[in-house]
């Protein structure tokens, strides 16, 4: 078992940043597939961002490529979520996901632990 418990979120103005952590206790999340989703009011969830267990490689939603790094500490098992240039389009809650692949799988339904989620709200 792999419990991931996210931090980080707010309220914060279009254009601004926000950083969100996500931490991994249980079993070690160094053999997993770090990513993040989201979700907002109304909508389907969505991929935004997936690291892979060596932290070599990364891969990012179009809508977040460019504004949005992921990044791990295998260490510390934890996987954070860098957000700037954010827009109002970015409002949603975000979960954090743990999947045992060698591929980095971007649908929901192949990720083995999820946590609680952290409200992100960007608003003037």
């Known amino acids: 078992q792999v419990q991931l418990v996210e931090s980080g979120g707010g309220l914060v103005q279009p254009g601004g940043s926000l950083r969100l952590s996500c931490a991994a206790s249980?079993?070690?999340?160094?053999?997993?597939?770090l990513s993040w989703f989201r979700q907002a009011t109304g909508k389907e969830r969505e991929f935004v961002a997936a690291?892979?267990?060596?932290?070599?490689?990364?891969y990012y939603a179009d809508s977040v490529r460019g504004r949005f790094t992921i990044s791990r500490d295998n260490a510390k098992n934890t996987v954070v979520l860098q957000m700037n240039s954010l827009s109002p389009e970015d409002t949603a809650v975000y979960c954090c996901?743990?999947?045992?692949?060698?591929?980095?799988?971007?649908?929901?339904?192949?990720?083995?632990?999820w946590g609680q989620g952290t409200q992100v709200t960007v608003s003037a």
């Open positions: 690291i892979s267990p060596s932290g070599l490689r990364t």
């Open positions: 996901a743990a999947a045992r692949r060698i591929t980095i799988p971007l649908t929901g339904g192949e990720y083995d632990y």
């Open positions: 249980g079993r070690t999340s160094s053999g997993y597939v």
